[in-house]
């Protein structure tokens, strides 16, 4: 009976997974590290051998001293090395490969805290300590497996690049405030994948973000964080040419170069920052970055889905008309930011023109661009942060990572049936002939819309009436023009006080230019949604 109990377990047991092994710490990491004194002569000729893992004491002599010391690697392999200069009072912290080409530099004391986390020592290196004596120092070496997910100093060329794999996290360090950390990203896109990259934040550091081509390194954009940084919707085919192939006859796609640079006044080497890049599927409208300026918009047709991030992020968007058009936008609020919403034409060579600007909800309200008067052409569409006073300053700092908004535009032919911004003046007023017949908004607060028109010899008395709207107090003025300038108000019409129709009956004009003026007294009133209709007849 007992036999039975004893195989029914054994087979029982033996149904079970096995549990995966403990993790194992590499025997070098575990071994304590080796006490050494300092032995001269030690300098570049005659290097001191001290241990992969050792702590030294030793001293500079005056007036100037340098100490060398070699490390040596087992079977030849590479090791991640974490050095450190404690005590000295005044003293640089230099390393160098096996050829002893130097490969960094760092300061100790002070401010300064004198540490190398990690970097990279194949077959050997070599470790020197510099500067004015006389002064004691103890240096610390402590080499162990390099580990995944790590980086390892030098790193800051194209050929040092720490490679990145698409989902998975790498831990770094801003060495010093001249460090540039280089990462190489390499993926198989598909036509619609885009990236995004994230840097944690280290506190007194603004990172800078800069992607390059794999081909030949050439800076393709740059991202710049407040603390940390956050890039969505990168297009992964910045380096494709034309004919959808890199410039040098490649493949198309492939990854980028990403180098990051943290602004600070020391650098943090003792505060590491993590660096992840995802590869993740984009709605088929949505928006492509860089799109932070004009030359690299983003065409738009009718919908567009976009994010705005890191903070400060602009999202440029192309319109092409072969006519003149009337432009309507509709951008939905995000969460976490507060959004704009322009529309600009194109001016060659100079900056684009602004057409319209519309700023009137806060977070999670939509913005509402009626009905902006675009020429044949390319034109913009302009989402970002609005502005905001903080401490005496204005600034454009919002963001929101998570929630993207939604941007939607519609083009109806410029025929002179709906008004379109810009006509706040009689500058910028369209020239309609009679009988004129349209629909218009008073959006946003503050707009006036003015048209001009002309009148022949012995034409008949006019009547202006225009519409009531529901929420809106409109009124009605009719100026005589000289040249671009209002001569003077020959009648205006605010009968209704509140919503109400607002007319000018039979008025005798004699021959000349005239302008009527659509607004809301005091500029109480507007509306992005209910439109009023202007008869001129």
Same mark, same amino acid.
């Given at each position: ?86 005590? /000295?009072?005044?003293?640089?912290? *230099? ?25 990279a020592c194949v077959e050997a290196c070599f470790v020197k300590v510099s500067g004015t004596g006389p002064q004691d120092y103890e240096l610390t070496v402590l080499g162990a497996d390099p580990q995944p997910g790590q980086e390892l100093e030098p790193n800051d060329r194209a050929v040092d690049a720490t ?88 493949? /198309? ?29 984009? /709605? ?8 932070? %300026? ?32 009337? @432009? ?9 930011? %507060? ?6 034409? %194109? ?17 999670? *309200? ?66 309609? +002939?009679?009988?004129?017949? @349209? ?52 009648? +205006? ?26 607004? +809301? ?11 009023? +209709?202007?008869?001129?007849?």
């Amino acid at each position: 009976m007992r036999r039975a109990l004893l195989v029914a377990a054994l087979l029982c047991a033996c149904r079970e997974k096995a549990a995966p092994p403990p993790p194992t710490e590499s025997p070098l990491a575990a071994a304590a590290p080796e006490r050494v004194r300092e032995q001269e002569p030690n300098d570049f000729q005659r290097a001191q051998q001290i241990p992969a893992r050792a702590v030294v004491t030793g001293s500079l002599q005056a007036p100037k001293d340098d100490d060398w010391y070699r490390v040596g690697v087992p079977g030849g392999k590479t090791l991640a090395l974490r050095v450190e200069l404690k005590l /000295a009072r005044d003293a640089f912290l *230099e390393t160098y490969d096996r050829d002893r080409n130097r490969t960094l530099r760092v300061h100790a004391g002070g401010e300064d805290p004198g540490v190398i986390p990690a970097m990279a020592c194949v077959e050997a290196c070599f470790v020197k300590v510099s500067g004015t004596g006389p002064q004691d120092y103890e240096l610390t070496v402590l080499g162990a497996d390099p580990q995944p997910g790590q980086e390892l100093e030098p790193n800051d060329r194209a050929v040092d690049a720490t490679p990145l794999q698409p989902g998975k996290p790498v831990q770094g360090t801003y060495l010093s405030a001249e460090d540039e950390d280089w990462y190489r990203l390499e993926v198989t896109p598909s036509a619609t994948d885009v990236l995004r990259i994230e840097v944690t934040a280290v506190a007194g550091v603004r990172p800078d973000l800069e992607v390059r081509a794999l081909s030949d390194a050439s800076l393709l954009a740059t991202f710049h964080g407040a603390d940390a940084l956050l890039v969505r919707d990168l297009s992964l085919h910045l380096a494709d040419s034309p004919d959808g192939g890199l410039p040098d006859g490649g493949a /198309a796609g492939g990854g980028y170069y990403l180098v990051l640079k943290g602004h600070s006044r020391r650098g943090a080497p003792l505060a590491p920052y993590t660096i992840l890049a995802a590869v993740e599927p984009g /709605a088929a409208d949505l928006e492509v970055e860089p799109n932070d %300026d004009p030359q690299h918009a983003t065409a738009l047709h009718e919908t567009a889905t976009g994010f705005i991030a890191p903070a400060g992020d602009q999202d440029w968007y192309r319109i092409h008309a072969d006519a003149p058009m009337v @432009l309507h936008a509709e951008l939905s609020g995000a969460d976490r930011a %507060d959004l704009e919403l322009a529309a600009y034409a %194109d001016a060659g060579a100079e900056k684009p023109r602004l057409l319209a600007r519309v700023n009137e909800g806060g977070p999670r *309200e939509a913005e509402v661009l009626p009905s902006v008067g675009i020429p044949a052409g390319d034109s913009y569409v302009l989402v970002q942060a609005a502005a905001r006073q903080l401490d005496g300053k204005w600034v454009r700092d919002g963001e929101d990572r998570q929630t993207p908004y939604r941007l939607s535009v519609q083009l109806s032919p410029d025929d002179g049936s709906t008004e379109r911004e810009p006509n706040d003046d009689v500058a910028t007023a369209p020239v309609l +002939s009679l009988p004129i017949q @349209l629909k218009g908004w008073i959006w946003p607060r503050k707009d006036i819309d003015v048209f001009r028109f002309h009148v022949g010899a012995g034409h008949a008395p006019l009547s202006m009436i225009l519409s009531a709207v529901r929420g809106v107090d409109l009124q009605l003025r009719l100026y005589e023009l000289r040249g671009d300038r209002p001569a003077e108000v020959i009648g +205006s019409s605010d009968a209704k006080r509140g919503e109400g129709e607002e007319k000018l009956i039979a008025v005798p004009l004699k021959e000349g230019d005239y302008a009527v003026e659509v607004s +809301s007294p005091r500029n109480k009133d507007a509306s992005a949604t209910q439109a009023y +209709s202007l008869s001129v007849e």
